[in-house]
Structures are given as structure tokens and as C-alpha cells.
T-cell receptor, first 118, second 109 residues
């Protein structure tokens, strides 16, 4: 594929249910990022992967949130026991690398998953 | 913690006028700065990327400057068109991106 893809594009769930959001980065991109865009909150960083490891999980809002990446490619963001405040657009991005001073660190974003918790 | 501020929050101009969008950040130790465009209900489209060692980048009608020492960047859009109506986001990077709240631009035909 030409760009970052995310699925589903929309997800409506009931409070207390678990959800899984998927991200397929651009082929060959080693770095993958999850962000969240909430109404009135702007865009906030959640977690970042370099390969399959996550050097920075500092943005995950609670222990109900977890993410994994397998094979250095696809990533899944899981939210357990969803709450209404989890409603947001979840955006995934990838970059070729992370080094300073190189265009490899440019991030490309997917279209997002809009999560609504009723 | 990096704080990114964008001014103004909203801007409405007649078609043909030049646009000036401002971004400021508190920590100058950045890898790069990216300007994005976001249309309603859509993801982010990267417009310009300025590495920390660069002073400006240009693409068509868009020009972005970076003054890392003062923590400022400005996005100029020349001869605005109604299709330029969108929210413009500034983000600074040290492996992860820290975003400003955005400037919502309306170009009136």
C-alpha cells in the first residue's frame, strides 16, 4: 500500500467493552506512533514503537490501554473496559527512521479510527 | 515538557489574500518541525518538514520558516484559495511529535 492504513475507520462500542484498533504502516518504516485526538484536547502522543519494542509508553492514559507491534509491521492498540472519555479519533503514523537531521524522521499519518463509547 | 502554541486559533480571509500562521514552542531541542493540514473528519496531511538545521522550506504557494533559537515557526500561504480552508497544525519532534492546537482557516470566495 502507498500509505498508512487503519481499521476500522469507525467503531461504536458500549461502555465496558474491549476494543482493538489496527494500524498498517508504510512498508519498510521502522518507527510507528499512536496519537489520540479528542474533542477540545488536541492531538496527544500515546506510544511509539521502534521495531517491535516500545521505548516510550508515557502517553498511555491508563493501564486499560496497551499496544503491541509484531514483525516490525502491524500494530494493535487495545483499550480494555472502555469508558466514555475514551471516545476520540485514534491516529497512527509511521516514519522510515527516527534520527535527527534526516528526512527519514518525517511522520506520515493514517486516516484514523473514530471511536465512540456509548 | 514541550509546549506548542499556535496563533491565531482561527482566521477568515477573502480569496487572494496571503495567510500568515504562527507557531511557537518552548524547548528548542527539536529534531524537526512539521506543518500539517487537517480537513474535517480526515487524517493529517504533511505540508512541509523543516529539519532543525534548516531555516525554511518551500512548496508551491507554501513557505515555512524556522527560528529554533527563539522557538518560532511561521507558515505563509500565498494567494489563498477557498480550497485552502482547513485546520493547520504545527508539530515539533524529538522522535515523537508535540502538536499545537491548530489554526482553523476559512478562505471566503
Amino acid at each position: 500500500g502507498a500509505g498508512v492504513s487503519q481499521s476500522p475507520s469507525n467503531k461504536v462500542t458500549e461502555k465496558g467493552k474491549d476494543v482493538e484498533l489496527r494500524c498498517d504502516p508504510i512498508s519498510g518504516h521502522t518507527a510507528l506512533y499512536w496519537y489520540r485526538q479528542s474533542l477540545g484536547q488536541g492531538l496527544e502522543f500515546l506510544i511509539y514503537f521502534q521495531g517491535n519494542s516500545a521505548p516510550d509508553k508515557s502517553g498511555l492514559p491508563s493501564d486499560r490501554f496497551s499496544a503491541e507491534r509484531t514483525g516490525g509491521s502491524v500494530s494493535t492498540l487495545t483499550i480494555q473496559r472502555t469508558q466514555q472519555e475514551d471516545s476520540a479519533v485514534y491516529l497512527c503514523a509511521s516514519s522510515l527512521g527516527v534520527g535527527q537531521g534526516t528526512r527519514d524522521n518525517e511522520q506520515f499519518f493514517g486516516p484514523g479510527t473514530r471511536l465512540t463509547v456509548l | 515538557k514541550q509546549e506548542v502554541t499556535q496563533i491565531p486559533a482561527a482566521l477568515s480571509v477573502p480569496e487572494g489574500e496571503n495567510l500568515v500562521l504562527n507557531c511557537s514552542f518552548t524547548d528548542s531541542a527539536i529534531y524537526n518541525l512539521q506543518w500539517f493540514r487537517q480537513d474535517p473528519g480526515k487524517g493529517l496531511t504533511s505540508l512541509l518538514l523543516i529539519q532543525s538545521s534548516q531555516r525554511e522550506q518551500t512548496s508551491g504557494r507554501l513557505n515555512a520558516s524556522l527560528d529554533k533559537s527563539s522557538g518560532r515557526s511561521t507558515l505563509y500561504i500565498a494567494a489563498s484559495q477557498p480550497g485552502d480552508s482547513a485546520t493547520y497544525l504545527c508539530a515539533v519532534k524529538v522522535y515523537k511529535l508535540s502538536f499545537g492546537a491548530g489554526t482553523t482557516v476559512t478562505v471566503r470566495a
